[in-house]
């Protein structure tokens, strides 16, 4: 069973992989502003973009391979698997989030500061999804039946996230809560965690239910009035 010791670990190396791309992307970034002279080169960045999350994807996607394996092993589960790791991040999605970010270099303010927000954002997140497909993916292929959870971590979670851990290890397939279970913003450092039958989820999911049950209560059935909710009971995004 994954302990919460061994979901802090998975993610540092996730965190690690994730800081050494940002770092890449800073400094990439600063000598393409300092070299700007004419048009912004819209498909370079497109380029680097997609490159940049393909080399940091494998390496979290390789993590997420290994850590299933070790937790597999660990859980006893009979017959045999092997995780797979998943693609990284295909080139026309990660070319449409570095459009996206630099949307702030035209008009007339540019504010190249917001576009490397917003690119940073994008290329964790891109970053770090085929470590959560790897794990997703498996637990799928799986002939054991796993589940898998999502796993708050890290000092804040917002209310998409909390709501999503309230449910516990209940996600299997893709289609699972209508597909938001893989949805995931730039900075969420939530863990995907496979659980296999007869093991209990690495969190405390009862105090996220109460959460949830305590906003749904008040706020009646609607997904959005019940996030709305929590966001304002807790004082979170
Ligand atoms: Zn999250």
Request: glycine share 8%; proline share 7%.
């Amino acid at each position: 069973m994954a302990t919460p010791a061994d979901v802090a670990a998975f993610r540092a190396t996730q965190t690690d992989v994730v800081t050494l791309a940002l770092a890449e992307l800073a400094e990439w970034w600063e000598q393409l502003l300092a070299l700007l002279t004419g048009d912004v080169p819209v498909g370079q960045i497109e380029t680097f973009t997609a490159d940049l999350v393909a080399v940091y994807g494998d390496a979290a996607a390789l993590a997420a391979v290994d850590w299933y394996d070790e937790l597999r092993e660990q859980a006893d589960v009979p017959g045999r698997f092997r995780a797979s790791m998943a693609d990284p991040a295909p080139p026309e999605q990660a070319a449409a989030v570095a459009r996206w970010a630099v949307g702030p270099l035209f008009g007339a303010q540019p504010d190249p500061a917001k576009s490397l927000e917003h690119l940073s954002g994008g290329v964790q997140r891109l970053v770090l999804q085929p470590g959560r497909q790897t794990i997703a993916d498996s637990v799928d292929q799986d002939p054991a039946d796993a589940r898998w959870a999502r796993v708050p971590s890290g000092p804040t979670t917002c209310a998409f996230c909390r709501l999503l851990a309230s449910r516990g290890a209940v996600y299997h397939s893709e289609d699972t809560a209508g597909g938001l279970a893989t949805s995931y913003h730039g900075t969420c450092d939530c863990v995907v965690t496979p659980v296999w039958p007869g093991e209990q989820e690495p969190y405390d999911v009862d105090r996220y239910f109460e959460e949830y049950s305590a906003a749904r209560a008040k706020a009646g059935g609607d997904t959005n009035a019940i996030l709305a909710q929590m966001r304002k009971d807790l004082g979170i995004n």
